[in-house]
């Protein structure tokens, strides 16, 4: 029923559930299709819920542009338009309350993925994240390198070194926090992962900190932020500054969780070619110990 519908039309309603969730709006029931057979996926606020219903006019396309274009709210990411469906409908993982369980569940459910084309590209495995099930903050990168990918962690090569590093110079330790990426197959070459795949991918890293429920979530590197926040700005706008974030698509089992806050600092990666940039990173990591209650240590990264 969706591919029946034009490109525009599907980004919109998207939208339109993004918007529903932002509300607090979760519970949905589907109408049948109109008499014009056109798609029955445009949604309707009513006093219980979301109703979805056929498109009735143009107007209603106009309200749908309108709105999209009036909201340019930095906390929601991007999630993959062909599962419009999926996306509104119940997961396994909202029924338990143990987020170790819940992270399990999503990872049967994304099982041996080929939903994008990066599992025809030279994966040899999925990296679906690793740490603290109950973490207060979570990491996130771009996607799995080589070495992530032969042992199916993420950040476990150079630069998982330096995140490593960057994380005991926090106070903390690897176990404490959650690591995740984007796109949890390696793409080609190392090459940055493309639109459609993140947007593919993304939706399980949404059910993962959904499950998760971290107080702060950092965003490692430009590719990640963009990503989980829906903008495109450079690093230099990027960071220095706190974000609301929810995950876009799902929601907690823990109605009480507020959302993250996210911030942003560079990837261990760039830093790695640009040690320089450490001490901004620094400032970046002392932004989240102060907003987490962690005693800054003297010593800044390595
Ligand atoms: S990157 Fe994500 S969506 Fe694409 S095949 Fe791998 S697990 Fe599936």
Sequence with gaps: MTSALDPELRRALVDRIRFYHELGIYDLYRRGPGPSGEGALIAEATADGLSIAPPSSA???????EEMAARKSPVVSNTAEDSIVEMVSSKPEYEVADPAVALKLIREDLGDCTRCKLHQQGRKQIVFGVGNPQAE??????GPG???????????????QLLNNMIKAMGLRREDVYIANIVKCRPPGNRQPERDECETCSPFLMRQIAAIK???IVAL?????????????????????WYDFRPAGVRSRDLSWPGARLAVTYHPAFLLRDPRQKGEAWKDLQMVM?????????KPVD
């Design 137 to 142: 903050l979570m990491f996130v990168g771009e």
């Design 59 to 65: 107007a209603t396309r106009s309200e749908l542009r």
């Design 214 to 216: 971290p107080k702060v």
């Design 221 to 241: 590197g430009a590719t990640a932020a963009k990503n989980l926040l829906a903008i495109n700005a450079p690093m230099s706008e990027l960071r220095g500054r």
């Design 146 to 160: 080589a070495d992530e990918d032969a042992q199916g962690e993420p950040f476990v090569g150079r630069a998982g």
């Design 290 to 298: 102060k907003y987490l209650g962690i005693e800054p240590p003297k």
